[in-house]
């Protein structure tokens, strides 16, 4: 059982790139988030989802989307990158909405 | 606003003494509570959770502390190793409208002396 699974691991954009950090869980769990984490400091919510075609803003969506177009995955895109971008960013998942948050091991991203 | 937050961002303790993170809460209507383990490049690792009808709730080597009255959480690790180096999170759940909305404090760093 993976768990959370989150790809790439590193990545160095330039400033104004666009990329797709990837995360699928094979726990068959309804909610997925995306957070980011400066250095630091606590989690910030980005996005998140609490169903396939069902996502909403959490407290540091500008500068990303998302879509949930199956139970397992849940991509964050960034559209032109910006060095204030630059930070960790994990994805997790949950079975319901009181329940206990499995996270990944993390993208590292840094735009220069 | 509401938060949750932590007394001490770094915590030193001896390997083999008892270890206690604090965390405190300002939202009254939370419920549930949850600390979280993070380890040097890693993702945050689920400890142990506890609900606002328990004052305690204890696992293994670790015990987790409520109290509603003054909103406070502490955890409590006994026999400290250096495996339990690492950054600890209070997150907090509001049940929002549409999904498990934690609120995660800043971190405590402990760090375990050999």
């Known amino acids: 059982n993976a768990g959370v699974t989150q790809t790439p691991k590193f990545r160095i954009l330039k400033i104004g790139q666009s990329m797709t950090l990837q995360c699928t869980q094979d726990m068959n769990h309804n909610y997925m988030y995306w957070y980011r984490q400066d250095p630091g400091m606590g989690l910030k919510l980005i996005y998140y989802?609490?169903?396939?075609?069902?996502?909403d803003k959490g407290e540091v969506p500008n500068g990303y989307n998302v879509s949930r177009s199956t139970t397992e995955d849940f991509p964050l895109r960034l559209e032109l990158a910006a060095p204030s971008q630059t930070s960790v960013y994990f994805c997790?998942?949950?079975?319901?909405?009181?329940?206990?948050?499995?996270f990944g091991a993390g993208t590292r991203l840094s735009v220069l | 606003g509401e938060s949750v937050g932590l007394h001490l961002p770094t915590l030193s303790v001896q390997e083999g003494d008892n270890s206690i993170i604090n965390c405190a809460y300002s939202n009254s209507a939370s419920d549930y509570f949850i600390w979280y383990k993070q380890e040097s490049g890693k993702g945050p690792q689920f400890i142990i959770d506890?609900?606002?009808?328990?004052d305690k709730r204890q696992g293994q080597r670790v015990t987790v502390l409520l109290n509603k009255t003054v909103k406070h959480l502490s955890l409590q690790i006994a026999a400290t190793q250096p495996g339990d180096s690492a950054v600890y999170f209070c997150?907090?759940?509001?049940?929002?409208?549409?999904?498990?909305?934690?609120?995660f404090g800043g971190g405590t760093r402990l760090m375990v002396k050999p």
């Open positions: 997790a998942s949950s079975w319901d909405r009181g329940g206990i948050q499995y």
């Open positions: 506890i609900r606002s009808n328990m």
């Open positions: 997150a907090e759940n509001i049940d929002g409208n549409a999904g498990n909305m934690l609120t």
């Open positions: 989802s609490v169903g396939a075609g069902i996502t």
